[in-house]
């Protein structure tokens, strides 16, 4: 599926088009609003405080968020979803009106607090959403790919708008604009045509998960390495947050706007070098992930030494970039090195202390400029990783070599439409999680009636798939089958018999949404998509649906 195919796509669901679009809007609102505060706290109280509001803001998210992301899959994904684009506009008007009156900072700063934790309400919501949107798997996989690519266009944007907006007007501007794109997005998505659900499906235990996946990394070195740097990885990130305004304003002397287009700068980075990380598929990153550290170090510390804005600019690209590389390289080595039915545990442990990291940073750049001021406060932040990564280089390197690369599955993977559009970490987990299967010709490998809950991908060989002993088609290879148990865990709607000697890999369920997801939702999540599934099937052998 090309480029072309898949704005196709959503262009012909209006649905989709509405959700995707409201997301491109809160992507720069989130992060209009998050710069945006930084600069007005550094105004109030300098560094101490751009440092203690972003930790305001990033708590009780980190907090909401394991608790609201059941709504989506047990109630009303719609429901969530507008809520919170309405409690974060509400955030941003709350704070815009406050700085415009003149009251007292801690009433801008709790409107930021606000807009914060509803972000947090967003991205499960949009998971659960999408499938009931979505008539076909290339669809919802086509959806998800323009959705990364609005995320990483949002966050670069957002630089710019605050940039422009602090040049022609003043701080309240920045959230009275952001509150506007809010509420239209609210309005796009209000009166969607989803059903709420009424699932009595037991809620995943969260402090559950969370203490596996720190059982699971105490017990492989591999795992503590690769997660302590990503960790570090995120400290950095949130010293960096709260050191664009101090770069901006003290050290480089080019005003508040110029926070707005720092940050645009290193999101520049990060979506131009990032698109690299397709090339990180099958390779060593060993080798990477030392590289990348590196640059990220060098160039940052050579923007602490610099007073050229223009050469500013160049090198944030470079950090922004660096940072973006190093992150993939890291999670898809964590893929590699980590047994499939672990990667849930320890990635959501990874993401829980990942958004710890950016708390510890954010309060760790404000006393580095208190201690030594803003050029020390950046050196430190850009020998961070390097150091990290050179102490532990000599495991990094030994953990890279021993790690399986599954070449000839990740080639399988790519032939499929179904997972030709997906990133490269997320075919990576897939392909480390196929298992090889071979058949004679005549075996059944699936029966109609019978339960499933694999997808099979055809390597050799070829496959009659049969409905009441009628024909329905024949597959090769580089084609696939068995969707339906692989999203909805019913019975098998069909019977696959191989008509030659076949070979084929087979992926449970719950490995693929792993994979894709970083967690394994509900069925109530693809419930729509199944049922397309099997309308089509049924239209197939000319039975009604």
Known sequence: MGVSQVFGRIARNSALRRVILAYAGFTVAEYGVWIGMLVYAY????????????????????????????????????????????????????????????????WAYLGAVLA????????????????????????????????GWMESLGILLAGGVVGVLLTVSNIETVFAVCAAVLAVATLAVARL???AHQSDTPAISVLGHLKAGLAETKRSPASRLLVALL?????????????????????????????????????????????????????????????????????????????????????????????????????????????????????GLAEGLSTAGLAVGALLAPILVAVGGGRLALLCAAVLLPLA??????????????????????????????????PSQSIEGLAAALERQTYQAGEVIVREGDEGDLYYAIADGHVQVQRNARPLCDLGRGEGFGEIALLGAGLRTATATAT????????????????VNGHVPTQRSVAAVVTELRTRDELRDGRPS
């Open 43 to 106: 105004d109030q109280g300098g560094a101490t405080t751009a440092g203690l509001v972003a930790i305001a803001q990033l708590v009780p998210a980190a907090i909401v968020a394991p608790l609201v992301a059941p709504i989506a899959d047990r109630r009303s994904p719609v429901l969530l979803l507008a809520g919170g684009y309405a409690v974060q506009a509400l955030g941003a008007v709350m704070t815009a009106i406050a700085i415009f009156t003149g009251s007292a900072p801690v």
């Open 116 to 147: 914060s934790t509803a972000v947090s309400t967003t991205r499960p919501a949009q998971s659960a959403l999408l499938p009931a949107l979505t008539r076909e798997p290339e669809e919802l996989t086509g959806a998800n790919v323009v959705i």
């Open 193 to 195: 045509p989803v059903p």
């Open 231 to 347: 960790v570090i990885e995120f400290i950095a990130g949130g010293a960096l947050d709260v050191l664009f305004v101090v770069l901006a304003v003290d050290i480089l002397q080019a005003g508040e706007a110029w926070t707005g287009y720092l940050n645009m700068a290193y999101g520049f980075g990060g979506l131009v070098l990032g698109a690299l990380a397709a090339f990180f598929v099958g390779r060593r990153l060993g080798p990477v992930i030392l590289t990348t550290a590196l640059m990220l170090g060098l160039a940052l510390g050579a923007t602490a030494m610099t007073s050229d804005l223009v050469v500013a600019v160049v090198l944030l690209a470079v950090v922004g970039g660096s940072r973006a590389l190093f992150e993939v390289a890291v999670r898809v080595l964590l893929q590699r090195a980590v047994p499939a039915d672990l990667v849930a545990r320890i990635f």
């Open 389 to 422: 990564v050179l102490a532990r280089a000599g495991l990094l390197w030994r953990l890279d070599q021993h790690a399986r690369v599954p070449i000839v599955e990740i080639s399988l993977l790519r032939s499929l439409p179904l997972f030709r559009m997906l």
């Open 500 to 515: 030659a000697p076949t070979t084929v890999y087979a992926l449970e369920r719950d490995a693929f949404l792993t994979a």
